[in-house]
């Protein structure tokens, strides 16, 4: 099972984290099993960008995005070109690399 790296995130990851995941599983779905609370407004509609993430290395090991996700980026906060949204990407067979950006397209966020 390929590795995740997450660095670390003032708010929804302070120390950074390391796990394994099952390759095909949607990176959103891990992130949240390892108790990274990542926004996912939509509901995993490929929708909305506050699922985001950017890709620090394995970006080539993700399934390729759509057109419909590319459209959703196209909003998000510090789109990068290794950009993706987690409830759209599957992980890969290869270790990644992520950084959750500092903010999203949400001003405010329910309670969770």
Same mark, same amino acid.
């Given at each position: 099972?390929?590795? /995740? ?32 609370? /990542? ?74």
């Amino acid at each position: 099972m390929p590795e /995740i790296y997450v660095h670390p995130h003032p708010e929804l990851c302070p120390n950074g984290a390391r796990f394994h995941a099952s390759p095909g599983a949607f990176l959103l779905d891990v992130l949240l099993d390892h108790g990274i609370k /990542i926004g996912h407004a939509c509901e995993r509609a490929c929708a909305c960008s506050t699922c985001h993430v950017i890709v620090k290395q394995g970006f080539n090991t993700l399934n390729a995005p759509s057109e419909d996700e590319e459209d959703a980026l196209d909003h998000a906060w510090g789109l990068t070109p290794t950009s993706r949204l987690s409830c759209q990407a599957r992980v890969g067979n290869e270790a990644i690399e992520i950084e959750l950006p500092r903010y999203s397209i949400n001003l405010a966020k329910e309670n969770e």
